[in-house]
């Protein structure tokens, strides 16, 4: 695309969907888009973070050329894509819709606590363990030198310690 098609088609966003926007640049840097700020000729002046951070706000200069595509990150009703996009999108097969199959949002049921099953505290306790074999008594750590001195003497049939 031209700078002239950019600087078209981001005129025709409506300001509640530029939120919705990530700008994607010819190297794969994702750009998620808070405001235009401006719209130069050469170059795009927003406010924004870059995709997969939480650093908001901050304030990119990007030229168009730069650019490779753009997505929203939220589906979009048909009605509200037909609005925007008009002639680009008015012989494209409309999928499904949305915003027509949006689920009605069930109320949370409220849980009486006299209606829970009673819970023996007691069973809950950790169960004795078993006592554990004594443990063989500690020997004094040996050194490097010390245990291969053992193993060349057992090696020459000398004595054993």
Known sequence: MQASDWIALFKKMPDEYQELMMLVTNTGVELAVQQFLRLDDTQLLLRGRLGGTTDANRIFLVPYDYLSFVYFVRP???????????ELIEHVVAPKDYEAEAVEEQPTPQIDIADLPQIDVASLQPQARPAAAPAAPATAPRSVAASLRERLLRARGGPRP
Do not use: E, P, Y
């Not at 979009?76 to 008009?86: D, R, W």
């Open 76 to 86: 979009i009703s048909n009605a509200k894509l037909t609005a925007v996009f008009g």
